[in-house]
């Protein structure tokens, strides 16, 4: 990777074998209002979650006639650009106090620069607007955003352009978080997440949701009546909830809980309006799982159609996880 940098008001040691801080996002920007929005965002919860510093990247794409320029040259014309394409994001960032470098690696694929960028500085989440770096108007298969979710192992936020957490005086707390939940590790992951963050700062709101589908087959409902059907239902949510509850309650996290029936998708983008949650956390299996939740539907329609962040939980959290009781975060 051919990268180059410059350092926000509030430096991050450059010094050989400094020590990287232990909570840095990636923020991946490209001037577009997309992009402004998720910085407004990172802007507005990064420090009530403990985030030390922001790699703020923003990918070049080799400029015409670049094999005749040396590799400095190259290096010097995509900081300069970098400069003048991120400077509303570094001016919001500025503005927050909050700590960043800005870097502008060098190549033709957007998506693959991001995800190389964020391996090689250890960052624990990477944050995007939707619609930024991308010509799409939604995330779509080919879509920059969509494919570092498919290629990354770290968690991922993804902001969209019309979020009402981000912007200025929105309606949506973002300490307030809906994490959804169906018992699997991939969700007990997600949770964990959220725990972690509440670690952080216990002011963080955590409501976990488990939505039951719908039953509408007839040769059911011929032989259960609506009452033994709800009644199973409520059963298989409250397994489902169960590990979740578990984590949270030995971390010392306060926590509600919301049981639902219906469309999965819609219905977390419901619930989370109705809370005034201002972030979605959903947890996935990792990279190129075929049964991932991230590649099917659910999670394509909440990504899809929120109005607040969506935080995908890709793998295994990094080493150690230490989820503190409450004695330990007195």
């Known amino acids: 990777m051919s990268a180059c940098d410059v350092l926000g008001r509030s430096p991050v040691s450059t010094k050989e074998g400094s020590?990287?801080?232990?909570?840095?996002?990636?923020?991946?920007?490209?001037?577009?209002?997309?992009?402004?929005?998720?910085?407004?965002?990172?802007?507005?919860?990064?420090?009530?979650?403990?985030?030390?510093?922001?790699?703020?990247?923003?990918?070049?794409?080799?400029?015409?006639?670049?094999?005749?320029?040396?590799?400095?040259?190259?290096?010097?014309?995509?900081?300069?650009?970098?400069?003048?394409?991120?400077?509303?994001?570094?001016?919001?960032?500025?503005?927050?106090?909050?700590?960043?470098?800005?870097?502008?690696?060098?190549?033709?694929?957007?998506?693959?620069?991001?995800?190389g960028a964020a391996e090689d500085a250890g960052v624990s989440e990477i944050v995007m607007g939707t619609r930024g770096l991308s010509t799409l108007n939604s995330i779509t298969l080919g879509s920059v955003a969509y494919k570092v979710l498919h290629m990354v192992r770290r968690s991922v936020t993804l902001v969209p352009v019309r979020s009402r957490t981000a912007g200025r005086g929105g309606a949506s707390d973002p300490l307030a978080v809906l994490v959804a939940v169906d018992g699997?590790?991939?969700?007990?992951?997600?949770v964990q997440y959220a725990a972690l963050q509440a670690a952080v700062n216990p002011r963080l709101r955590i409501v976990l949701l488990n939505v039951q589908p719908r039953i509408i087959s007839g040769n059911v409902?011929?032989?259960?009546?609506?009452?033994?059907?709800?009644?199973?239902?409520?059963?298989?949510?409250?397994?489902?909830?169960?590990?979740a509850a578990r984590i949270l309650d030995k971390a010392?996290?306060?926590?509600?809980?919301?049981?639902?029936?219906?469309?999965?998708?819609?219905?977390?983008?419901?619930?989370?309006?109705?809370?005034?949650?201002g972030r979605i956390v959903l947890g996935t299996r990792g990279r190129g799982a075929a049964k991932s939740l991230l590649l099917g539907s659910v999670a394509y329609g909440v990504v899809h159609h929120a109005e607040v962040p969506v935080t995908v939980v890709k793998q295994a959290l990094p080493a150690p996880v230490l989820l503190p009781g409450p004695a330990a975060r007195r």
Not at 184 to 190: G, P, Q
Not at 258 to 275: K, N, P, Y
């Open 184 to 190: 699997s590790n991939a969700s007990n992951r997600a």
């Open 221 to 243: 409902r011929r032989f259960a009546s609506r009452v033994q059907i709800e009644a199973y239902a409520q059963e298989q949510a409250e397994a489902a909830m169960r590990p």
């Open 19 to 115: 020590r990287r801080p232990r909570n840095t996002w990636l923020l991946a920007v490209d001037g577009s209002r997309g992009a402004d929005n998720a910085t407004r965002y990172v802007a507005r919860v990064a420090k009530p979650l403990g985030v030390a510093a922001v790699r703020l990247v923003n990918v070049r794409l080799p400029s015409v006639g670049a094999e005749r320029k040396s590799l400095a040259a190259q290096r010097a014309e995509a900081l300069a650009d970098a400069e003048r394409t991120t400077a509303s994001a570094r001016r919001i960032l500025d503005f927050a106090g909050l700590s960043y470098r800005l870097e502008a690696p060098l190549g033709d694929d957007p998506a693959a620069m991001i995800v």
């Open 252 to 277: 010392g996290v306060r926590h509600g809980r919301r049981v639902a029936t219906g469309s999965v998708a819609e219905t977390i983008l419901e619930t989370a309006a109705d809370s005034q949650c």
